[in-house]
């Protein structure tokens, strides 16, 4: 990642659909911390083809596609190279409860990449998920201010977004940067900070300016 900067190529723009031509948008709260929320809270629906297994695919729009960017800001090569950097993270995963592992990648402005997973408690309410980890493993390294997140989950054709905690927590550290919902066959869906926590309470509101 350390040329990353370098890498960094003009903005595209692909898939642009009308307003009216994306599909209805129906948004339902989720949260993977434990096996009980899996059955309550029901993830994203997603329609999609039939996706490659190991191809980079970008895919969109969903039926959560206003909530997703379709402009794209990293080159593949970054794209791909955080979500394997969530895949790998993701075989981490301490899950024996919920037996749903997730990897995050969070990648630093500087250009490093700093992954979590969730890792879990059998006090249930003890668990602690995988952005949250990667978050608070990049500021015990240093870093405040992040490009993206990639964030890896399998639940068949859905892609698993951020909890509310975990979507707070991004929140604090910006509203711009990207967030990458992966699936394990490395197809993606984007959007940023902003899209999934709209009208959030953030560092703004106390008057605090990170630095
Ligand atoms: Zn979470």
Redesign the pocket.
Known sequence: MKDIEKRRGSVRTTNKLSQKQRPQFHIRPH???SAWCLFLHPLYSVNNNVMSQTALKQVGPSVNATTAEINKHLPDDEVEELIDASLAARKNSYSPYSKFPVGAALLTNTGEVITGCNVENASYGLTV????TAVCRAVAEGHRKFRAIAITAEMGEKFVG?????RQ?LAEFGLDYEVYLSRPDKTYMKTTVGKLLPDSFNPEWVHFESQ
Request: net charge neutral; hydrophobic share 15%; aromatic share 8%.
């Open positions: 949260c993977y911390q998920c995988a952005e949250r951020p909890c509310g905690m975990c927590t």
